[in-house]
């Protein structure tokens, strides 16, 4: 079991900058995929950027350029960097891990409002 808890959700005017992070604790040997998942008011849950255990990285379309994950080597610690930020990248963010064995586990979400 891992236990996930982000923080650094917020208030951000257009064209600012955010960073998230997501604290993990428990099984984090068994980890093999760290990722950033937001979900609009009306909308589905959509991936924003996935890193590995091995240091590869996916980035929705809509985000990449502007967002960076990264990680701890420990995986104990799971970062969104989001720049340039729009309107429309206002969701709850979720951290999102899965183990090798494919189970998967949630944090609770962080609120991002971007807004003038």
């Known amino acids: 079991q891992v236990q996930l808890v982000e923080s650094g959700g917020g208030l951000v005017q257009p064209g600012g900058l955010l960073r998230l992070s997501c604290a993990a604790s428990?099984?984090?040997?068994?980890?093999?995929?760290m990722g950033w998942y937001r979900q609009a008011p009306g909308a589905e849950r959509e991936l924003v950027a996935q890193t590995t255990r091995v240091d590869t990285t996916k980035y929705a379309d809509s985000v990449k350029g502007r967002f960076t994950i990264s990680r701890e080597k420990g995986m104990s610690t799971l970062y969104l960097r989001m720049n340039n930020m729009k309107p429309e990248d206002a969701a709850v963010y979720y951290c999102?891990?899965?183990?090798?064995?494919?189970?998967?586990?949630w944090g609770q979400g962080t609120q991002v409002t971007v807004s003038s």
């Open positions: 999102n891990v899965v183990e090798f064995g494919a189970h998967m586990s």
């Open positions: 428990g099984r984090l040997f068994n980890l093999y995929v």
